[in-house]
């Protein structure tokens, strides 16, 4: 079992950066691919950020990438979203997720292949 907890959201302007974090319960956080997904007012949740058990692989949905960057301290247990030049259509409630994706490659952007979610945390970025 484990529990999710994200923070570092709150409301910016066009231009801005955040930090997200998701700090995660139990000892073997080292064993989850990590994930970021994100939820407009209206729309379906998508896809955002992904990072293998090691930290050596990442992946991005194309509308952030060169903007977020995913990052992990697998000693702190906790997952990072670095998001600079935030847009407001990045603004939505966004949320970890914790899995073990069998082919990561071609599963990582897939939210059924993770089993663990956090409650979410909201971004609002203004124009």
């Known amino acids: 079992q484990v529990q999710l907890v994200e923070s570092g959201g709150g409301l910016v302007q066009a231009g801005d950066s955040l930090r997200l974090s998701c700090a995660a319960s139990?000892?073997?956080?080292?064993?989850?691919?990590m994930g970021w997904f994100r939820q407009a007012p209206g729309k379906e949740r998508e896809f955002v950020a992904a990072?293998?058990?090691?930290?050596?692989?990442?992946y991005y949905a194309d509308s952030v990438k060169g903007r977020f960057t995913i990052s992990r301290d697998n000693a702190k247990n906790t997952v990072y979203l670095q998001m600079n030049s935030l847009k407001p259509e990045d603004t939505a409630v966004y949320s970890c997720?914790?899995?073990?994706?069998?082919?990561?490659?071609?599963?990582?952007?897939?939210?059924?292949?993770?089993?663990?979610w956090g409650q979410g945390t909201q971004v609002t970025v203004s124009s």
């Open positions: 139990g000892r073997t956080f080292s064993s989850y691919t």
């Open positions: 997720a914790a899995g073990t994706p069998k082919y990561l490659g071609s599963s990582y952007y897939r939210m059924n292949e993770y089993d663990y």
């Open positions: 990072i293998s058990r090691s930290g050596g692989l990442t």
